[in-house]
Structures are given as structure tokens and as C-alpha cells.
């Protein structure tokens, strides 16, 4: 008795932590509804079973261990792009990711294309980080844009010069980036190394001009998954609480 109840307090257990997990998965998803450039993270939940020796040690029988979040998987689809009045905002149009360097050199990726220009003029994240690779707009120009090849034009004395080009890096798997917070990410084993190409080249994202891209999360789908995911807590509390009634319920019979 004490073994199966203990094995049933196992499993339940084990549904409780997984389910905690999954709501704290989604409360962070609905928290970055607004997040330029955000993806969406989708919990990924198995059943949990071990190999015992059957009753009278003929042979194995696999013996339910509970559920656990198995792995969290980011979901990559383009959130919406919508238009601007900035001149230094850029949406990705398709696959790929904006290359920034961060404080200790390291390259990160985002999507978020919320840029603007520093003290000397150059081209940087909202938080300050330098876009990849460097592009410097003349102190004099009168006029930006950036075109879907991501070529930087610039008008500087009524002529009009192209002074850099946004490039895009893509991932072989790009589920496989660590977000590292802030909307960017690092390359890992896992994504695969960065392959690098302008703008608008044959399989990368275009630039949007004067745009950003959207938060890729749905809030009703998200809200749909949040009460399912609390009605299973509920269940398993429930359960939780059947199982300790019945541990008392043992004790007192061998009292």
C-alpha cells in the first residue's frame, strides 16, 4: 500500500510542477504581447515512465512516473508588420534576424528594429547596442531611408549617397537560438552557426521601412491555453489532496 501511494503521490506531483511550468510559459507570453519582435514560447509536455520487474520477477513492466515539461519550443512565425511615423524603425519581412554587438563583443540576434542614431551618428539598438555591421549616417544628411535590399541612402548636399547596407543573419534552426532577454538571442550548437547575406538576398528578409514587426503572440489562443492549463492544475490539486486522505486513511487502519 505504502509503495502504490507512494507512487501515486509521484505522479501527481510531477503533474503539478509541469503544469505550474506551463502557466508560467504562458504568463510570460501574454506579458510580451507588445514586444517588438517577440516569439512565442509553446511547452512541450511527455508522460514519465520507468521499468520495474513484474510481480514474481518474470519479465518488465513499465511503471507511470507522472508528466513533466519535456522542453519549451520557440515558435519562429513573423508576427504582423506595422507602419511607423520613425525613420530609423525597420521590420523584417521573412526569415532572419538583425545582428547587434553586445557590451563584451559578443553577437547577438533580435528582430526587434527599433533603431536610432548615437552621438556619432551611428546606428544602434533602442538599449544603445551597435548594429551589425557598423553603419554611420554624415552629420549633414537631410534625408534616410532604407530600401528592401536594405541598401542606407542618405541625401548630403542634394546628392544622394548609399553610406552602408543592413545584413541579416539566418539559422539552419533557428528554434535553436538561447534568448538571452531583451529580444535577442545567441547562436548555440543547437541553431547552428549564423549565415550572413545583405538584405533582401534569395531566402533572407527584406526591410521594412518606417515598420516594425509585432509580437507574434495571440492573446486569445494564449488565454484558451491558460484555462486548460489551470483546470489540469485544479485536477491535480484535487488529486493531491485525495492522495493525503488516503494516506491518513492508511495510517489510521494500521493504528
Known amino acids: 500500500m505504502d509503495a502504490t501511494l507512494s507512487s501515486l503521490l509521484r505522479i501527481v506531483a510531477s503533474g ?15 506579458a510580451n504581447l507588445q514586444t517588438t519582435g517577440y516569439k512565442r514560447f509553446q511547452a512541450i509536455t511527455e508522460s514519465v515512465a520507468l521499468p520495474l520487474p513484474k510481480e514474481g520477477g518474470e519479465g518488465w513492466e513499465w511503471q507511470p ?9 520557440r515558435v519562429v512565425l513573423q508576427g504582423a508588420i506595422e507602419p511607423t511615423e520613425r525613420a530609423w524603425d525597420l521590420a523584417l519581412d521573412g526569415p532572419g534576424y538583425f545582428q547587434v554587438q553586445l557590451s563584451d563583443g559578443t553577437i547577438a540576434y533580435t528582430r526587434d528594429g527599433a533603431f536610432r542614431l548615437d552621438a556619432e551618428g551611428r546606428l544602434v539598438t533602442a538599449d544603445g547596442k551597435l548594429v551589425l555591421p557598423p553603419i554611420t549616417i554624415p552629420a549633414d544628411a537631410r534625408e534616410v531611408y532604407v530600401d528592401r535590399d536594405g541598401a542606407v541612402l542618405v541625401q548630403v548636399d542634394g546628392q544622394v549617397q548609399q553610406v552602408g547596407a543592413i545584413q541579416i543573419a539566418r539559422f ?3 528554434a535553436g537560438l538561447q534568448a538571452i532577454g ?9 541553431s547552428g552557426p549564423a549565415q550572413v547575406a545583405q538584405a533582401g538576398s534569395p531566402g533572407y528578409a527584406e526591410i521594412v521601412s518606417r515598420a ?22 485544479g485536477v491535480s490539486l484535487r488529486a493531491l489532496q485525495m492522495v493525503n486522505r488516503m494516506y491518513e486513511l492508511a495510517v489510521e487502519i494500521q493504528a
Request: proline letters at 2%; aromatic letters at 6%; zero cysteines.
Open 212 to 233: 516594425l514587426e509585432t509580437s507574434n503572440v495571440d492573446l486569445s489562443t494564449e488565454m484558451v491555453s491558460l484555462l486548460i492549463t489551470q483546470r489540469a492544475y
Open 182 to 190: 531583451g529580444s535577442y538571442y545567441i547562436a548555440t550548437a543547437a
Open 172 to 174: 539552419s534552426n533557428p
Open 16 to 30: 503539478i510542477h509541469a503544469r505550474e511550468q506551463e502557466i508560467n510559459l504562458i504568463s510570460h507570453n501574454i
Open 65 to 73: 512516473e507522472g508528466t513533466r515539461l519535456a522542453a519549451t519550443r
